[in-house]
Nanobody, 115 residues
Framework: VQVVESGGGLVQPGGSLRLSCATS????????MNWYRQAPGKERELVAF????????IYADSVKGRFAISRDNGKKTVYLQMNSLTPDDTAVYYC?????????WGQGTQVTVSS
């Protein structure tokens, strides 16, 4: 199983980033896909969720209207489009695949929002 995030980096406040999470080794279309983040000194929190069909999404209140999660089941990839970024969005972002007891995580990608 592989879950590999990419697309993080340094961005100025108000800017945008698009994270990608490429996966392999499991039946992607059966899994809910999630983006979590963990800021220094804080607990890991759920940022966004998308169901297996890609038709249902859920967002943390702090990112609603700014972030958008999507998935391409043919490419076995999930994305997180992040707009209007603020310093509070600075964190390591993790991709998660979940199906009942099966729970796979990536290594994370750093997002830093700073001027």
């Amino acid at each position: 199983v592989q879950v590999v995030e990419s697309g993080g980096g340094l961005v100025q406040p108000g800017g945008s980033l698009r994270l990608s999470c490429a996966t392999s080794g499991f039946t992607f279309i059966s899994y809910t896909m999630n983006w979590y983040r963990q800021a220094p000194g804080k607990e890991r929190e759920l940022v966004a969720f998308v169901n297996p069909e890609g038709r249902s999404t859920i967002y943390a209140d702090s990112v609603k209207g700014r972030f958008a999660i999507s998935r391409d089941n043919g490419k076995k990839t999930v994305y997180l489009q992040m707009n209007s970024l603020t310093p509070d969005d600075t964190a390591v972002y993790y991709c998660n695949a979940r199906f009942f007891k099966f729970d796979f995580w990536g290594q994370g990608t750093q997002v830093t929002v700073s001027s």
